[in-house]
């Protein structure tokens, strides 16, 4: 596609249950990012796929957090057992080379856990 | 901690005004560094990079930032804002200079009034 697509744009979700987030990278990006903007904080980072590579998941901040990424296409977020503190914008960004000169960004998803 | 900081959180200035918004970053060795924007309801855009030569940058609209390697800093500068630069603004460091994750700090709300 023309840019990074994700979805749902909002989620409203009951503590305790579990989320999926999702991202579809522009056509040919071959790394994925995904990144967490808490209320007042700047982006933190959470997971980076580059192609068939194992992820890199040092910014994960438990292990209720996951995501998925076949080959170069879609990655799915997911978190689990959500808590109020996983509230915040979710980022996902691609690039065309495994840097960071090269990122675009999606518009996020904003999940708010009641 | 490795950190970067924007200490100005929220400015608000009027059409034609002088704007700078200071961004420290506490990682030594060599860096890339980036200022981003979100305007409102718009995805995050690349508005300028450095990563090496001229350390006096040159972005899209108007926007300019100096790379100032003994203070650690990296302000962003615009002789003169309009209405439509009201937005949010992130300063953001690659610690590794030339690897794949960025670290962000918390963002300044810019608003410019008419």
């Known amino acids: 596609g023309a840019g990074v697509s994700q979805s749902p744009s909002n989620k409203v979700t009951e503590k305790g249950k579990d989320v999926e987030l999702r991202c579809d990278p522009i056509?040919?990006?071959?790394?994925l990012y995904w990144y967490r903007q808490r209320l007042g904080q700047g982006l933190e980072f959470l997971i980076y796929?580059?192609?068939?590579?194992?992820?890199?998941k040092s910014g994960l901040p438990s292990d209720r957090f996951s995501a998925e990424r076949t080959g170069e296409s879609v990655s799915t977020l997911t978190i689990q057992r959500t808590q109020q503190e996983d509230s915040a914008v979710y980022l996902c960004?691609?690039?065309?080379?495994?840097?960071?000169?090269?990122?675009?960004f999606g518009s996020g998803t904003r999940l708010t856990v009641v | 901690a490795q950190s970067v900081s924007q200490h100005n959180h929220h400015v608000i200035l009027s059409e034609a005004a002088s704007l700078e918004l200071g961004c420290n970053y506490s990682?030594?060795?060599?860096?890339?560094l980036f200022w981003y924007v979100q305007y409102p309801g718009q995805h995050l855009q690349l508005l300028l990079k450095?990563?090496?030569?001229?350390?006096l940058v040159k972005g899209i609209k108007g926007f300019e930032a100096e790379f100032i390697k003994s203070k650690f800093s990296f302000n962003l500068r615009k002789p003169s804002v309009q209405w439509s630069d009201t937005a949010e603004y992130f300063c953001?460091?690659?610690?590794?200079?030339?690897?794949?994750?960025?670290?962000f700090g918390t963002g300044t709300q810019l608003k410019v009034e008419l």
């Open positions: 990682y030594g060795g060599t860096v890339n």
């Open positions: 953001a460091v690659d610690p590794t200079g030339g690897g794949n994750k960025l670290t």
């Open positions: 960004a691609s690039s065309l080379a495994d840097t960071v000169l090269w990122y675009t």
């Open positions: 056509s040919g990006h071959t790394a």
């Open positions: 796929f580059q192609g068939n590579s194992a992820p890199d």
């Open positions: 450095y990563f090496s030569g001229d350390p």
